[in-house]
């Protein structure tokens, strides 16, 4: 089980995404953004701190769960964010929630509310919609600051035209706010090279102390979840809804969003690139699950030669689904 947080404070700017290519005729601003960087880079990150000790690696090779990304406020860690399900609707003109109606249809009480946050803190999870106070629901807390090349070495990655502009999608997070990851083990505390474009980060471990989150994650789920990462299902040729193996029931309902890029670096290779349905995505089942994600089988994730499990791949807590009749 998730027994720490790992928490990641970037002294500086860090990096999106690798950014990509402008041109008089191909203005695509920010279409390149990506950020926070997924559990992988943080997994990556225990392996190459223990590159020289075959027992310790043989240990997180096996061992090693991490989950993630999520955010907290400084001396709030315990009380982190993460992705608000997607049946939620929280705006600063009050709240709204999609149910099951009796055609099987999702379906809402009014259609004049849109969304103004994302994230609802861990702590507030299962508190009733009208009860979640202004302190538990928030926008993303980061800015993104666009950074243009107009030149490029000829050893670097350059556009074809002399007109060609390369942009990255640089990110400034407020001095007050850091980056959280779950993980079953400590990681000495220290500075380190994070992120593809290896930006200084001061990382520090916490044990999860609080006896609600630990019990949420314990939780069996009934008959709805919704995932807080990214969800990978299928091979690197075919992306899916929900896991392919034949021991996971179908959802017979599904309330998401388009697909996300998702990205991963495995065995210091960049991982040919797929798409994951995105964190908030609700699945509802006709039977109970009776199964907190912790116990789901390694077989129903992707395998990269170890189950994306272990990054934390569709991580996923119970919610309740209004059904009218």
Not at 46 to 57: C, L, R
Not at 230 to 247: A, D, K
Request: glycine residues 8%.
């Amino acid at each position: 089980m998730f027994n720490y947080l790992i928490i990641i404070k970037p002294l500086g700017l860090m990096y999106g995404s690798a950014g990509a290519f402008l041109s008089p005729e191909n203005l695509v601003g920010r279409s390149g953004a990506k950020f926070p960087p997924e559990a992988a880079t943080l997994s990556g990150l225990y392996f190459s701190a223990n590159y020289d000790n075959p027992k310790i690696k043989q240990d997180l090779k096996e061992n090693l769960f991490v989950a993630g990304p999520f955010w907290a406020k400084d001396n709030e860690e315990q009380q982190f964010y993460v992705p608000l399900p997607r049946h939620r609707i929280l705006s600063k003109k009050g709240v709204d929630e999609w149910y099951l109606n009796n055609q099987g249809e999702w379906q809402r009480q009014t259609t004049d509310i849109e969304p103004d946050y994302t994230w609802q803190t861990i702590t507030s999870w299962q508190s009733p919609l009208k009860i979640i106070q202004s302190q538990d629901a928030e926008e993303s807390p980061w800015d993104y600051i666009p950074i243009l090349h107009p030149r490029m070495k000829k050893t670097e990655r350059h556009t074809l035209s002399q007109d060609g502009l390369f942009l990255e999608n640089a990110v400034q997070l407020p001095e007050d706010i850091c980056l959280v990851y779950l993980s079953t083990h400590e990681i000495e505390p220290g500075w380190y090279r994070f992120g593809g474009e290896n930006h200084l980060v001061e990382i520090k471990t916490a044990s999860i102390k609080s006896k609600k989150i630990i019990n949420l994650f314990q939780q069996p789920i009934q008959n709805a979840l919704a995932l807080i990462t990214p969800g990978v299902w299928g091979s690197t040729r075919y992306s899916y809804r929900y896991p392919q193996h034949p021991n996971f029931p179908k959802p017979v309902h599904l309330l998401t969003d388009k697909a996300i890029p998702y990205r991963y670096s495995a065995g210091g290779k960049l991982g040919r690139g797929r798409y994951a349905v995105p964190p908030g995505t609700i699945y509802y089942f006709d039977q109970p699950l009776n199964q907190s994600w912790w116990e789901w089988q390694e077989e129903w994730f992707p395998n990269e030669g170890y189950s994306l499990k272990h990054l934390g791949c569709g991580l996923a807590l119970p919610v309740e689904i209004k059904s009218v009749s």
